[in-house]
């Protein structure tokens, strides 16, 4: 009836947008963690599955660095500039991820997917280098928000999973970051 108290109001669109980036960023990361080692091992023939496991947990290994770089990189160059190139770096990773079969040399796709990784988890951290920007009192609140949208996307990609083969599945996360893009 009042209205919102003018220190409580922040622009939305402004929250939006970072939360279809980490349902991009963090949503495919989970999601991408869960099912790589499945991945190489039925695309590589004379994989075992700790071998899958390994060349698997270079994409969750890139995160010591990447996600930290994320947010240098926003202090350095720019919030906006660096998500953007994040993201656009992340959507050509998985649609390279896409192209990949049994007749790529594995070397060759474990470094594809650790660069992919390094743009999702440099992302996710762009996202949360801008997430203070939006309004400081509010930064938890704005931040845990973001953070539940990267759990619902690991849900739907992974749902997505269950009803496409593995090029579709990096297919439609790389066309979902390229909706982010445009937003």
């Given amino acids: 009836r009042e209205g919102v108290p003018e220190i409580q109001k922040y622009p939305f669109k402004q929250v939006a947008i970072l939360n279809i980036a980490y349902f991009a960023t963090f949503g495919s990361e989970l999601a991408v963690v869960s099912m790589l080692p499945l991945y190489f091992l039925q695309t590589f023939e004379g994989l075992t599955p700790v071998t899958a496991g390994l060349f698997a947990s270079g994409f969750a290994f890139m995160n010591l660095v990447s996600r930290p770089a994320g947010g240098w990189f926003s202090d350095r160059y720019g919030r906006r500039k660096t998500l953007l190139i ?36 440099a992302g996710e951290g762009a ?36 009803f496409v083969t593995y090029s579709t599945f990096f297919y439609v996360i790389a066309v979902s970051a390229a909706v982010g893009l445009l937003a």
Avoid at 114 to 119: D, G, L, N, V
Avoid at 135 to 145: C, D, E, V, Y
């Fill in 127 to 162: 996202v949360f280098a801008m997430i203070p920007l939006i309004k400081r009192s509010m930064t938890g609140q704005i931040a845990g928000m973001a953070g539940a949208y990267g759990n619902v996307g690991a849900v739907i990609y992974l749902t997505v999973l269950s």
């Fill in 86 to 121: 994040m993201i656009s770096g992340l959507a050509a990773g998985y649609f390279m991820m896409g192209l990949i079969d049994s007749n790529w040399w594995i070397l060759m796709a474990v470094l594809i997917t650790m660069a992919c990784s390094f743009f999702v988890q």
